[in-house]
């Protein structure tokens, strides 16, 4: 797909948007394909930065949730609204249409702005909303199984392991993320095991990128 079609993009980079369940590994992936030169936009800490104290989408959470959405210090109490979004998939969903438009103009702007080969957009939640990401070339999903996944969320977290499956199961299913993957890391082992195959994945992207140089 051309920049000429989304003019408001104009970009002249690849741009590959990676995602991957809860403790998949995302963002040993990300820093890897970093470290090899790739532009890294971040999903969530855009949405962090988009509401601090101040700005128009934090006074939006507020007319919606109520004053009890902040803290004593005027910020985002993030854990009483994680909880609650977890408990309540209508609250959720009004949580991301405050967040979500905000955070793919961020994405959009830093696209434009990527003067790397290719750019990373890291979207935990891309399975729920790809369609809004047409000017994304590659899909790159990093993949664990579900015994692996847990295992590690209830380490990386301190959490029981009902806990555990409760988070896993809150999210899109494997098969799901799986199905608009272009190009799949399978996670499942020791982290240096993903350096070969994304070896090869920055060599795919890199000639995708210097084509759309041309």
Do not use: W
């Amino acid at each position: 797909m051309s920049s000429a079609e989304h003019p408001a993009v104009a970009r002249r980079v690849a741009v590959v948007a990676l995602t991957g369940g809860i403790a998949s590994g995302k963002g040993a992936v990300s820093e890897r394909l970093e470290a090899r030169g790739a532009a890294l936009l971040d999903a969530d800490r855009i949405a962090r930065d988009l509401v601090r104290p101040g700005l128009p989408a934090l006074a939006e959470i507020v007319d919606v949730f109520g004053a009890h959405a902040l803290l004593s210090s005027g910020d985002l109490d993030r854990a009483g609204m994680r909880e609650r979004i977890f408990a309540d998939p209508v609250a959720r969903s009004r949580l991301e249409s405050i967040l979500h438009p905000r955070v793919r103009a961020a994405l959009r702007d830093g696209v434009r702005d990527c003067t790397a080969t290719y750019c990373v957009l890291v979207i935990p939640l891309l399975t729920d909303v790809r369609q809004d990401y047409d000017f994304v070339d590659r899909v790159l999903v990093v993949d664990v199984s579900p015994s692996v996944q847990k295992h590690r969320l209830m380490l990386r977290d301190r959490c029981a392991s009902e806990a555990a499956s409760a988070m896993i199961a809150a999210q899109a299913p494997r098969a799901a993320r799986l199905a608009i993957a272009d190009d799949v890391i399978d996670n499942d082992g020791d982290r240096s095991m993903l350096d070969a195959p994304l070896a090869r994945l920055h060599e795919l992207y890199v000639q995708i990128g210097t084509r759309a140089t041309a």
